[in-house]
């Protein structure tokens, strides 16, 4: 075969695995509606989003305060994992010695990859008394421990290994030549780090946190062991919480006992895959909005 040909078809197929790759969302979505479309037929899209009564036995599948408890223990976490994964990036980039970046870095690597449910166990044992025993207290409340703040604690710590290893990569690209630059003309290090390294490195650094974001909102076993699984809208950190990914995972099993529970959970994956996609969306526009502004 010529070199010519051969390069055609190669480039035919390689199109055909992108396009292929590529429906794979559109696919899910489809199985997810085709699914959910049971549920859909005796209640109203406005009922089971902003419905608040989760009785699969009376037919009540009101799906807001698992949407809420989603919401509420994603934002917590990313409120956490955000700066401490930032600043924690800037010190091994900019100032940490040599040996201190080549001690720690292998060891957040490593916390990237210890299985979910791990981080689950070490949340039961170490963070609910923590914040049962101590931080509640301070604040004058009383809680089990198994609440959003808990959920959002251990969900941080499972997002900040994406978060450093991302913004340290971003840090280190910026030319050395440009930070000279700044320091020689009367810059200090933190001035430097703020107007040269965060300029150049932003839109990055969003898109950094973006992935943060869809892996926390994806996540599953840790944050059902830890957060209560409660069907009520939390109004407070110290609340319980019931994520929709909890919901789905602690009653797949269950679905075929009760009618409409198969579309129920079904459309749960549904809701839960809208909000990922619209969150996805709205970051594209303004990681874009950005880029042009550079």
Known sequence: MERGSLDRW???????????????????????????????????????????????????FGFFPFIMGTIWVTLLAMGIAIPLGLFSAIFLAEYSPGHIRESIKPL?????????????????????????????PMWGVSTTGYCVLTGGIVLSIMVLPLIISLSDELFRTVPLDIKKASLALGAT??????????RKTYPGLLAAIILGFSRAFGETMAVLMVVGNVAKVPTSVFDPAYPLTALIANNYGEMLSIPLFDSAIMMAALILFIIVVIFNILSKLLLIRIQKAV
Do not use: C, H, N
């Open 10 to 60: 190669s480039i035919r197929f390689m199109s055909i695995i992108a396009f292929l790759t590529s429906l794979i969302a559109i696919i899910i979505a489809i199985v997810l509606m085709w699914k959910s479309f049971p549920l859909l037929q005796i209640s109203t899209i406005q009922e089971i989003v902003l419905g608040s009564i989760w009785q699969p036995l009376a037919g009540g």
């Open 189 to 198: 290090k933190w001035q430097t780090v703020k107007y040269v390294l965060f």
């Open 108 to 136: 957040i690597d490593l916390l990237a990859g210890i299985p979910s449910v791990l981080f689950g166990l070490w949340g039961i044992l170490v963070i609910v008394p923590w914040v049962r025993d101590t931080i509640a």
